[in-house]
């Protein structure tokens, strides 16, 4: 290995005997020591010109985020077959670059099988100007100690940590028995990182970049390769800008601080983060805060479809819980902008606590789990989410409201879920005591879901909106099911079409304000329905995404005393959305309406089945009974058409 000269770079030859007493190389040859002398002319013109073309490269980057430190200590170093270094506070000695003084460095060439150490109680701010560090048996740049860590990517530099896949553990304050450092780039001060540079991280012993305490990335393109995790802020993380690639073993960023009030969170606000992890995509500890950016996330971890919340293991605050989450909290999660494309193997976005969603763009894919899950309130005030596959779309374990938005869901099972409770038989889950209502006040919402459209454990009310569920065909779910043991069905705004088979069928309310039809109708997918008033006008005008039994439409335009013809097989031209067409389309019939309704109830039902809900099982069907054109359908001797309830 060629013998590396460190050359000093002053403002004077007086102060020469000063400086190479403040900063020093250990790796010089001490033999070499008078030549070195008698040529250090000709090294102080070489280094200087270095110097210089640092300093201009730092006047011209003109960085939108700058963090001034008090220290005035400003040092540059150089390291390559020479080592120049200019400034004091800092030492290079077997490979180790070791800072042990507050303030500014700015590093540039490369460190082969060593690292940066950094000891002071004082702020230390990097400058990596082009500047790569491996080691193979250890971390590439550990802070130690510091007030706090400052990384700056100097603009149009590439920057590169990579440590080894084996520690050695046998450097500074290192310990096999702690496991620290594990990462590497490894801080336990908090850690702020900007610039306009690039900075490429590779963990191959565990993870790319921990910081023990606070973690902020500003600014950067910064890519993390991790055999575990990507990137860890133990306290908290936040990302306001930047370009993010994280490619992880194990999850993809996260906070481990589940127990101390005010840490473990994560706040996203700005950048454009993409994360491929084998666990969760993103994971919070505590409380997880999206207000803007740009976020997509893969998760392939292999998770038991139709497992709990939790993925293999419950406890969410270890280090590895095995779940393959895109997006996770272990408190309240919240949503106000930003976009977020989530394709994942579990939950695509879970929350421990209550979770709001008040705007932002959600594209959620889950392979065998529920496209958002969350375990308090669910709340959705504004936003787009879009769940284009899942078990179940949305479900909360206690109340779940929506007030706006736009909502479109896909699943193999439950379209919305208010869920837990007593439904769930010999369950243990606390979320049992919570209350499972749903709120629909407005927003739209399109729903196709083999499952049932609309679940909940307690009441559906729905007050406004526009609510369009494509149901079950077949079996044991309906596009409605409210909770048992008196709940309802209550309808008093918006419009609602409910499409669905026939078995389990529920009706809305005779409580209901608004009218309602429930209607037995034999349709084939791609079928239109149309009901139209006594003088021709239509009131609803819709095709079904697949086979139909039994739908419940519920509209502001149903008027009582009115007289209202059902027609299925017409053909219909105008404008369309999920099947529901404005009520100016044209629409062409053929033969005789399936039934004629005449309103003198809020709730006017044709045919057998659906009951009004409420009863043990979720007041499934009614008995049987007439199929005329009487108002109510008069099925079971009762002129409301039954109320399904078992004892």
């Not at 329905?529 to 502001?556: E, M, R, Y």
């Given at each position: 290995?060629?013998?590396?000269?460190?050359?000093?770079?002053?403002?004077?030859?007086?102060?020469?005997s000063a400086v190479l007493g403040g900063c020093s190389s250990s790796?010089?040859?001490?033999?070499?020591?008078?030549?070195?002398?008698?040529?250090?002319?000709?090294?102080?013109?070489?280094?200087?010109?270095?110097?210089?073309?640092?300093?201009?490269?730092?006047?011209?980057?003109?960085?939108?985020?700058?963090?001034?430190?008090?220290?005035?200590?400003?040092?540059?170093?150089?390291?390559?077959?020479?080592?120049?270094?200019?400034?004091?506070?800092?030492?290079?000695?077997?490979?180790?670059?070791?800072?042990?003084?507050?303030?500014?460095?700015?590093?540039?060439?490369?460190?082969?099988?060593?690292?940066?150490?950094?000891?002071?109680?004082?702020?230390?701010?990097?400058?990596?100007?082009?500047?790569?560090?491996?080691?193979?048996?250890?971390?590439?740049?550990?802070?130690?100690?510091?007030?706090?860590?400052?990384?700056?990517?100097?603009?149009?530099?590439?920057?590169?940590?990579?440590?080894?896949?084996?520690?050695?553990?046998?450097?500074?304050?290192?310990?096999?028995?702690?496991?620290?450092?594990?990462?590497?780039?490894?801080?336990?001060?908090?850690?702020?990182?900007?610039?306009?540079?690039?900075?490429?991280?590779?963990?191959?012993?565990?993870?790319?970049?921990?910081?023990?305490?606070?973690?902020?990335?500003?600014?950067?393109?910064?890519?993390?390769?991790?055999?575990?995790?990507?990137?860890?802020?133990?306290?908290?993380?936040?990302?306001?800008?930047?370009?993010?690639?994280?490619?992880?073993?194990?999850?993809?960023?996260?906070?481990?601080?589940?127990?101390?009030?005010?840490?473990?969170?994560?706040?996203?606000s700005g950048g454009k983060i993409t994360v491929n992890a084998e666990?969760?995509?993103?994971?919070?500890?505590?409380?997880?805060?999206?207000?803007?950016?740009?976020?997509?996330?893969?998760?392939?971890?292999?998770?038991?479809?139709?497992?709990?919340?939790?993925?293999?293991?419950?406890?969410?605050?270890?280090?590895?819980?095995?779940?393959?989450?895109?997006?996770?909290?272990?408190?309240?999660?919240?949503?106000?902008?930003?976009?977020?494309?989530?394709?994942?193997?579990?939950?695509?976005?879970?929350?421990?606590?209550?979770?709001?969603?008040?705007?932002?763009?959600?594209?959620?894919?889950?392979?065998?789990?529920?496209?958002?899950?969350?375990?308090?309130?669910?709340?959705?005030?504004?936003?787009?989410?879009?769940?284009?596959?899942?078990?179940?779309?949305?479900?909360?374990?206690?109340?779940?409201?929506?007030?706006?938005?736009?909502?479109?869901?896909?699943?193999?099972?439950?379209?919305?879920?208010?869920?837990?409770?007593?439904?769930?038989?010999?369950?243990?889950?606390?979320?049992?005591?919570?209350?499972?209502?749903?709120?629909?006040?407005?927003?739209?919402?399109?729903?196709?879901?083999?499952?049932?459209?609309?679940?909940?454990?307690?009441?559906?009310?729905?007050?406004?909106?526009?609510?369009?569920?494509?149901?079950?065909?077949?079996?044991?779910?309906?596009?409605?099911?409210?909770?048992?043991?008196?709940?309802?069905?209550?309808?008093?705004?918006?419009?609602?079409?409910?499409?669905?088979?026939?078995?389990?069928?529920?009706?809305?309310?005779?409580?209901?304000?608004?009218?309602?039809?429930?209607?037995?109708?034999?349709?084939?997918?791609?079928?239109?329905?149309?009901?139209?008033?006594?003088?021709?006008?239509?009131?609803?005008?819709?095709?079904?995404?697949?086979?139909?039994?039994?739908?419940?439409?519920?509209?502001?335009?149903?008027?009582?005393?009115?007289?209202?013809?059902?027609?299925?097989?017409?053909?219909?031209?105008?404008?369309?959305?999920?099947?529901?067409?404005?009520?100016?389309?044209?629409?062409?019939?053929?033969?005789?309406?399936?039934?004629?309704?005449?309103?003198?109830?809020?709730?006017?039902?044709?045919?057998?089945?659906?009951?009004?809900?409420?009863?043990?099982?979720?007041?499934?069907?009614?008995?049987?009974?007439?199929?005329?054109?009487?108002?109510?359908?008069?099925?079971?001797?009762?002129?409301?058409?039954?109320?399904?309830?078992?004892?």
């Amino acid at each position: 290995m060629k013998s590396k000269k460190t050359a000093f770079i002053l403002a004077g030859a007086v102060m020469l005997s000063a400086v190479l007493g403040g900063c020093s190389s250990s790796d010089a040859d001490p033999d070499a020591t008078a030549a070195e002398s008698g040529t250090a002319a000709s090294e102080s013109v070489a280094a200087s010109a270095a110097v210089t073309t640092l300093a201009q490269q730092e006047q011209q980057s003109a960085d939108t985020v700058t963090h001034d430190i008090k220290e005035t200590n400003v040092c540059t170093v150089d390291i390559g077959d020479d080592v120049f270094i200019s400034g004091s506070g800092v030492s290079y000695e077997k490979n180790v670059l070791s800072v042990s003084k507050g303030g500014t460095y700015t590093l540039s060439g490369s460190i082969s099988d060593g690292f940066v150490y950094i000891d002071t109680d004082e702020n230390v701010k990097l400058i990596l100007n082009g500047f790569s560090v491996s080691n193979s048996s250890g971390c590439a740049l550990y802070c130690y100690n510091a007030k706090n860590l400052y990384v700056e990517l100097k603009a149009n530099t590439e920057n590169k940590l990579e440590d080894g896949a084996v520690y050695s553990f046998e450097e500074k304050n290192q310990s096999s028995v702690d496991n620290e450092p594990n990462a590497a780039l490894y801080s336990k001060a908090d850690l702020f990182i900007y610039g306009t540079g690039s900075l490429k991280v590779t963990g191959n012993y565990g993870l790319a970049i921990r910081c023990n305490d606070d973690l902020a990335i500003e600014q950067g393109t910064i890519a993390a390769d991790a055999a575990e995790n990507g990137i860890r802020g133990s306290d908290s993380v936040k990302i306001s800008g930047g370009s993010i690639t994280v490619n992880a073993k194990k999850d993809g960023i996260k906070t481990t601080n589940d127990t101390d009030s005010g840490k473990g969170d994560i706040d996203i606000s700005g950048g454009k983060i993409t994360v491929n992890a084998e666990e969760d995509g993103i994971q919070a500890a505590q409380s997880l805060s999206v207000s803007g950016g740009e976020i997509n996330i893969v998760t392939t971890g292999e998770v038991a479809s139709g497992g709990n919340d939790w993925g293999w293991f419950r406890n969410s605050g270890s280090e590895n819980d095995g779940t393959s989450k895109g997006i996770k909290s272990g408190g309240a999660m919240s949503v106000s902008g930003g976009k977020i494309s989530v394709s994942s193997t579990d939950h695509c976005v879970h929350s421990a606590s209550e979770l709001n969603i008040s705007g932002g763009e959600l594209v959620l894919d889950s392979s065998a789990g529920k496209g958002i899950s969350s375990h308090g309130d669910l709340t959705v005030d504004g936003g787009k989410i879009d769940v284009l596959n899942s078990t179940e779309g949305i479900e909360s374990k206690a109340l779940f409201t929506i007030n706006g938005g736009e909502i479109s869901v896909n699943a193999s099972d439950d379209g919305l879920n208010s869920g837990g409770g007593s439904d769930q038989w010999g369950s243990t889950n606390s979320d049992d005591t919570q209350t499972h209502d749903m709120f629909i006040n407005g927003g739209y919402i399109y729903i196709n879901a083999s499952g049932d459209g609309i679940d909940s454990n307690g009441n559906i009310a729905v007050s406004g909106g526009t609510v369009i569920i494509n149901g079950p065909t077949s079996g044991g779910d309906g596009a409605l099911d409210c909770g048992d043991r008196n709940c309802s069905i209550n309808i008093t705004g918006g419009l609602l079409i409910a499409a669905g088979s026939l078995q389990m069928a529920e009706n809305p309310s005779q409580s209901s304000t608004q009218n309602c039809f429930g209607i037995q109708v034999n349709m084939k997918e791609g079928e239109t329905l149309a009901i139209q008033d006594s003088k021709g006008n239509n009131t609803v005008v819709f095709t079904a995404a697949k086979q139909v039994q039994h739908i419940v439409i519920s509209s502001p335009d149903i008027e009582n005393g009115e007289s209202y013809k059902v027609y299925t097989g017409v053909t219909a031209e105008g404008s369309e959305k999920n099947g529901l067409y404005d009520n100016d389309a044209r629409v062409t019939v053929s033969g005789d309406p399936v039934c004629t309704l005449t309103v003198s109830s809020s709730v006017t039902v044709y045919g057998s089945g659906g009951g009004f809900g409420g009863g043990f099982g979720g007041g499934h069907g009614g008995g049987p009974g007439g199929f005329g054109d009487a108002p109510g359908g008069g099925f079971g001797g009762n002129p409301d058409g039954g109320f399904g309830q078992r004892p």
